[in-house]
């Protein structure tokens, strides 16, 4: 058995982390010592601890208890179990925990329903993607649903000591590991439990009397690099990327990017990248796109490692750079007309029928000074309509300036 499962904690108390949920004043800790079970779902990145709390809550109640993980049951695993619901054993309520329930279908997790509402069946179920996504809305609905975080290094180092001197037990050995070899391990792995005692024990078996900083750095290198490109976590990522260079931070923009780049993932950064340009920079620096697609086109040629020094550049260049969101709220703003149903009919002199200069036909700009005469573009129930309005920056203020002037001459 792995150590991690041999010093798996027995109570609520030694569990590493999740203060805000087992702490002895903690909402969830008072709702399951008060003897009341609701239906739960445990939501939070992976060794957290999400299933041994589901074990320790299981055991303080009278009711037979099942466990089956999603990525392996099927819907006749589950109807076995709800089927004991009627029997003898099962007459005090069934306990049902479901690991990584975001693997069940819809139809599979419709299957509970029923017994989850009328209180045949405790569900206690457990995910490491937002269970307002993955969850069937009805079943949701019936449950309460609490977020496990992940672990600081600092709240770790109990648990690993407590392992440490279990496997030196066990071992009949009398080795010696410093905190701060612990907490080398700790700050590796992520804030994961389970991974942080997976390599405790890797570092333990592979030392000598005494466990080295050096050797734990060497077990646990990028143990802390996780990154799931199907699940919340990429989006997440994705989503802080373009919020700080959003928000002209260049240290976390570099920092998540870097983050997502080790994780393996250059297809979505360079994607990401040009949209910010437009979206973001705009027309406030509009040589940002070219500038951006460039160090695109480089990474793409390169290829990983190397791509990651024009990304580095495209992402402290768009972080530092004025922003304007001008364009794209124009064009929001004129759909929003559209959908609205304005704008349908095309004014006469510029529907693609007309000379230009006949009487009341098209005026041609180019033959008026500074290539500008004034005439009617918008249909007529949008004719005073205002999309654009010029964004507070110095290459904005410039065009709105010479727009200014053109129409004043």
Do not use: W
């Not at 009278?62 to 179990?81: E, H, P, S």
């Not at 969850?135 to 392992?163: C, D, H, M, W």
């Not at 406030?284 to 290829?303: E, H, L, N, R």
């Amino acid at each position: 058995m792995p150590l991690a499962d041999r010093v798996r904690p027995k109570s609520f108390d030694e569990i590493a982390g999740q203060s805000h949920l087992l702490s002895k004043n903690a909402p969830f800790r008072r709702i399951i010592e008060s003897g009341h079970l609701p239906s739960l779902v445990f939501y939070g990145p992976p060794g957290t601890g999400k299933t041994t709390v589901a074990d320790i809550v299981a055991k303080k109640f009278n009711k037979l208890f099942y466990r089956i993980n999603a990525t392996t049951a099927t819907l006749g695993d589950v109807r076995d179990i709800l089927s004991q619901s009627g029997t003898l054993m099962g007459n005090q309520g069934i306990i049902l925990y479901i690991d990584e329930i975001q693997y069940f279908n819809k139809k599979q997790q419709q299957s509970l329903l029923e017994y989850v509402e009328d209180g045949r069946v405790t569900l206690i179920c457990s995910t490491t993607e937002n269970p307002f996504f993955t969850i069937y809305g009805a079943l949701l609905s019936r449950a309460t649903v609490f977020e496990f975080k992940r672990v600081n290094p600092q709240e770790l180092l109990e648990t690993l000591r407590r392992a440490f001197d279990l496997q030196n037990a066990e071992s009949k050995n009398k080795k010696i590991c410093s905190d701060e070899v612990l907490l080398t391990i700790a700050e590796a792995c992520g804030g994961d439990v389970r991974k942080a005692i997976s390599s405790l024990e890797n570092v333990y078996f592979s030392s000598g009397d005494r466990l080295s900083i050096s050797l734990a750095k060497e077990l646990t290198q990028r143990s802390g690099i996780s990154f799931d490109r199907d699940g919340n976590q990429h989006y997440d990522l994705l989503s802080a990327f373009q919020k700080s260079i959003r928000g002209s931070d260049e240290n976390a923009a570099v920092f998540y990017l870097a983050r997502i780049l080790e994780g393996g993932d250059i297809v979505s950064v360079c994607r990401r990248l040009i949209v910010i340009a437009a979206e973001d920079i705009g027309l406030a620096y509009p040589m940002a796109i070219v500038i951006t697609k460039a160090c695109v086109d480089a990474a793409v040629q390169v290829g990983m490692p190397e791509a990651k020094l024009p990304l580095a550049e495209a992402t402290i260049m768009l972080a530092t750079a004025p922003k304007s969101n001008s364009a794209m709220m124009a064009y929001n703003a004129a759909v929003e007309e559209i959908e609205r149903g304005r704008g349908t009919e095309i004014p006469d002199h510029i529907r693609d029928t007309h000379a230009p200069d006949v009487k009341g036909g098209y005026l041609y700009p180019h033959n008026y000074p500074n290539s500008y005469v004034k005439q009617q573009y918008l249909p007529d129930d949008l004719k005073d309509k205002r999309f654009y309005n010029y964004g507070n920056n110095k290459t904005e203020k410039i065009a709105e300036a010479f727009r200014r002037k053109i129409k004043e001459d």
